[in-house]
């Protein structure tokens, strides 16, 4: 299974999967690292097996953008309505 979470340390490394396991949150795999001296749990999500990521996820920087468009358009929105005030 490979890590595929674009902010997960092992992301891009195949791993071993020892077990799956239905959790509240989905389905959850347990897989080894560091040669079987560690195990790591990951959402199905955060995988291969997971579904196909969307293109249309921001990440921090096209949030920080978002968010620098909508303060300047509430900015813009509220002078206009103290103008017409």
């Known amino acids: 299974m490979v890590v595929t ?3 997960h340390p092992l992301v891009g490394e195949e791993l071993p999967v020892l077990f799956s396991a239905r959790m509240k949150g989905g389905l959850v795999f347990v ?8 195990r790591v749990s990951l959402p199905q999500s955060w995988t291969d097996r997971g579904p196909e990521a ?5 990440a921090v920087d096209g949030l920080t953008a978002a968010r620098t468009l909508v303060d300047a358009l ?12």
């Open 5 to 7: 979470h674009p902010f």
């Open 54 to 58: 969307t293109s249309n996820r921001f």
């Open 74 to 85: 509430a900015s813009r929105l509220r002078d206009d309505t103290e103008d017409a005030q």
């Open 31 to 38: 897989c080894e690292i560091d040669g079987g001296k560690r």
